[in-house]
T-cell receptor, first 109, second 114 residues
Framework: GQNIDQPTEMTATEGAIVQINCTYQTSGFNGLFWYQQHAGEAPTFLSY????GLEEKGRFSSFLSRSKGYSYLLLKELQMKDSASYLCAVGKSDYKLSFGAGTTVTVRA | DTAVSQTPKYLVTQMGNDKSIKCEQN?????MYWYKQDSKKFLKIMFS???????INETVPNRFSPKSPDKAHLNLHINSLELGDSAVYFC?????????????FGPGTRLTVT
């Protein structure tokens, strides 16, 4: 995606924690969103941050720092089913959602 | 019950042909979208409709023409297909334009142009 950077791949062990970083540059910022996409399937909405700080949602948490143009998605107690691509997306004031290329997370037993 | 559905799921066709992909949502949402996901996994917005009105029209060749007969349907017609059109096309919907960030995606249509 335009000016949205996230690592291409990450590998972690079942039960561990993984942090996926996302940096962005945009005008008209209106929120940072995370989507999960399993191979061959549709993206599904995970979380969003509009204000700075941490949002916790079960095993998943997302953090935003607007001044730094930075967000991360934290996946705790990793399970095999968490193996998927995680897409960072920036919402803008023109109602568009711009996606990053995604980070493929592989969870190993 | 399927929230956002697309047909067909797979589409294989030759260059130069014209094809359509259909999308329907039963969520009562006002806003619908078409995205293209290429081989590098970039998900890019193509079009957005709100209550049958075109809102977003990204830099897409005019061979692509969306049509929204009602707010529950958004179809995509593609003329004179080219090799570069091969991709997965996702339809999505959101409750409204103001809540456009929580989008519900259909299963995708994998288009292969030979």
């Amino acid at each position: 995606g335009q000016n949205i950077d996230q690592p291409t791949e990450m590998t972690a062990t079942e039960g561990a924690i993984v942090q996926i970083n996302c940096t962005y540059q945009t005008s008209g910022f209106n929120g940072l969103f995370w989507y999960q996409q399993h191979a061959g399937e549709a993206p599904t909405f995970l979380s969003y941050n509009v204000l700075d700080g941490l949002e916790e949602k079960g095993r998943f948490s997302s953090f935003l720092s607007r001044s730094k143009g930075y967000s991360y998605l934290l996946l705790k107690e990793l399970q095999m089913k968490d193996s998927a691509s995680y897409l960072c997306a920036v919402g803008k004031s023109d109602y568009k959602l711009s996606f990053g290329a995604g980070t493929t997370v592989t969870v190993r037993a | 019950d399927t929230a956002v559905s697309q047909t067909p799921k797979y589409l294989v066709t030759q260059m130069g042909n014209d094809k359509s992909i259909k999308c329907e949502q039963n969520l009562g949402h006002d806003t619908m979208y078409w995205y293209k996901q290429d081989s590098k996994k970039f998900l890019k917005i193509m079009f957005s409709y709100n209550n049958k009105e075109l809102i977003i029209n990204e830099t897409v060749p005019n061979r692509f023409s969306p049509k929204s007969p009602d707010k529950a349907h958004l179809n995509l017609h593609i003329n004179s297909l080219e090799l570069g059109d091969s991709a997965v096309y996702f339809c999505a919907s959101s409750p409204s334009l103001m809540s456009s960030y929580e989008q519900y995606f259909g299963p995708g249509t994998r288009l292969t142009v030979t």
